[in-house]
């Protein structure tokens, strides 16, 4: 297994993968991943298996915003390579190789790049039965966002270096 960074070459497979792990109305389009790999492609990592097939990844960006909103999934211009946030817009992994500590892996690894990026932590949104997956991870709930990102409620997930 092997994490690395996010071309434009991987668009199709990506958006494919997200189709499979969110609902249509929270997953991320083909056309909304284009942007945010034309502008931050160092803000995906892919974790592919032996045979260099992507099995799961975390996508995101950087802002000095202290609050994930939900302009901030559709304009990829809003990105700050500088910020002081990372900000994480989604954790995939595909349904058959779920529940083998890939998203787990993935994540860290994104905590370790904030974290020698000079980040001051990082931030993202999960529904309620996932609450307890990110706090073993480190994420502390603050509580309900103001998020209505595909009609869904959600709670805002922070780490802080």
Not at 36 to 65: H, Q
Not at 75 to 94: A, K, R
Not at 114 to 138: E, H, M, Q, S
Request: glycine letters at 8%.
């Amino acid at each position: 297994m092997k994490i690395r960074k996010a071309t434009i070459n991987d668009l199709e497979e990506l958006t494919k993968i997200e189709a499979e792990c969110f609902p249509a109305a929270e997953a991320a389009t083909e056309e909304s991943f284009r942007g945010r790999l034309e502008i931050y492609p160092d803000f995906f990592w892919i974790l592919e298996n032996e045979d260099g097939k992507i099995v799961s990844f975390v996508n995101g960006m950087a802002t000095n915003d202290y609050i994930l909103t939900d302009e901030m999934f559709e304009n990829p211009n809003l990105h700050d390579e500088n910020g002081d946030w990372q900000m994480i817009f989604g954790v995939n992994t595909i349904p058959e190789f779920r529940h083998r500590g890939y998203a787990e892996k993935v994540l860290r690894k994104v905590l370790e790049d904030a974290k020698n990026d000079g980040r001051k932590g990082v931030v993202l949104t999960c529904k309620d039965r996932l609450v307890p997956f990110y706090g073993k991870i480190g994420f502390m709930n603050e509580g309900l966002s103001e998020s209505t990102h595909g009609d869904a409620v959600w709670y805002n997930m922070r780490i802080i270096f």
